[in-house]
């Protein structure tokens, strides 16, 4: 069954090859093409496309359809295209002419926009309080190990005191920029492109603003051209966000990978967050952080993939998008077993308390006595030749003390006001206006 078929019948290896993973893909767009239609029956009532009962009567099955998607008990019948197709399909069965009222005002081009987005919604919530949980694991443990020193390294060289506060919150400040990045996705995926029909709009008069409301999105896409063009943009703005957070979880996996060798020996884990060897009995793998880094490796070229899938295409609507969902789909499932699995294995980090006291990190304090010359007025170039020179010639004596005060060094960390930014960017979602709209929606 398909929306758009006519007196004849396509071509079996023609259909096989254009629906391609749809099928399986759609399950994920079910709950949210059922409450696209929800909010699309109750507008096509007001404008008198539809009758008081005849709305009523959709809405209770729709609500049905919904829960049973929720639960993944809605199956796409072999033969039927997507779940579009599929949802008014068993609303015609039941209802009749009532669900062949449904398609009226509206095309499977914006049909499948409204799903993507509310799709996309409710993925970067849970993308985003995944990211929150990671962030206080990171806090915590910042706090917890805020006074152990680590070796800070430039060009894979031991270079000057660092600490494990200094390095957990590092990290955690970073997810603080990523969230601010995904919020800026999240407004723009925010909008409702459902009205803007196969791009041109309807001769019907539709009340968008409706639809908006009750599907609580914080405003239209009005030019229902630039609604159409949305698809691709959307999915391109979206994997520039879901790379940047990967890069900060590639890039604190590999420090964990570094840092569990024995050549470092910083970190060690449970022997039960780690794998064997088939023929050495000794070893304990990190596969777990090396899966992450492998994986958010990959999701750095995610925004690649969209630019060229959909580069050169002119305006309007190309069966091209339709491969978007392979890339993005995927993705977002990807990341958000990364920060999962983070958040679950990082506090569980054995940290290395006397690091520092191996004399091949002595030299990691030469800027500190540096500094101490230059605070007794010694010229800074003058003081550097000084350490440098007790440096070759064997004399050189590491401090028994740091002052480090200024704010987000050492002695400053400043996880309070770290915090407060990570509050402050969370505040920026409305994820309760979306629930709230949502709820009521689906009663």
């Known amino acids: 069954m398909k929306l758009w078929q006519k007196n004849y019948t396509v071509d079996q290896q023609i259909e096989a090859f254009t629906v391609g993973q749809d099928r399986e893909l759609d399950r994920h767009l079910a709950p949210y093409d059922i409450l696209g239609s929800l909010a699309h029956v109750r507008m096509l009532e007001k404008i008198g496309l539809l009758g008081t009962e005849e709305q009523e009567q959709l809405s209770a099955k729709l609500r049905q359809l919904y829960r049973q998607a929720q639960e993944g008990e809605l199956e796409i019948e072999p033969g039927v295209e997507d779940i579009h197709s599929q949802v008014e399909l068993m609303l015609t069965r039941e209802l009749g ?213 959909t580069a050169g295409l002119p305006s309007g609507y190309h069966r091209d998008f339709q491969l978007l969902k392979e890339s993005i789909f995927p993705a977002i499932q990807q990341l958000r077993s990364c920060l999962s699995i983070l958040a679950y294995a990082l506090p569980q980090a054995r940290v290395n308390l006397r690091i520092l006291e191996d004399e091949r990190y002595q030299y990691l304090f030469s800027v500190e006595v540096v500094n101490e010359l230059v605070l007794r007025g010694v010229p800074f170039r003058e003081a550097y030749r000084q350490v440098g020179q007790q440096i070759e010639s064997g004399q050189f004596e590491p401090p028994q003390e740091l002052r480090h005060s200024h704010e987000g060094s050492l002695g400053n960390l400043c996880l309070e006001e770290v915090e407060r930014k990570m509050e402050g960017v969370l505040a920026g979602f409305p994820f309760g206006e979306v629930e709230e709209a949502v709820g009521a929606l689906v009663g």
Request: proline share 4%.
């Open 97 to 309: 002419e009532a669900g062949k009222k449904i398609h009226a005002g509206r095309s499977r081009n914006d049909q499948v926009l409204v799903d993507l987005r509310l799709y996309f919604r409710a993925e970067l919530q849970e993308i985003v309080e995944l990211a929150g949980r990671l962030f206080t694991a990171l806090m915590q443990l910042a706090e917890r190990h805020r006074h152990v020193l680590l070796p800070g390294y430039t060009h894979f060289q031991a270079a000057m005191p660092s600490s494990f506060g200094l390095w957990f919150s590092a990290y955690a400040e970073s997810l603080v920029d990523d969230l601010r990045l995904l919020q800026s996705v999240y407004h723009t995926i925010n909008q409702n492109p459902l009205g803007s029909a196969a791009g041109y709009g309807t001769s019907f008069p539709l009340d968008r603003t409706l639809t908006t409301r009750l599907l609580g999105f914080r405003d239209l896409n009005y030019n229902v051209v630039h609604a159409q063009m949305g698809r691709g943009k959307t999915e391109l703005f979206l994997s520039y966000a879901l790379a940047a957070l990967a890069h900060t979880l590639g890039k604190l996996a590999a420090d964990v990978v570094l840092y569990v060798s024995q050549n470092f020996a910083f970190l060690s884990f449970p022997d039960e967050l780690t794998t064997g060897s088939s023929i050495m009995p000794h070893k304990k793998n990190p596969d777990v952080f090396e899966l992450i880094r492998a994986r958010c490796n990959l999701l750095q070229a995610l925004p690649a993939q969209v630019s060229q899938l």
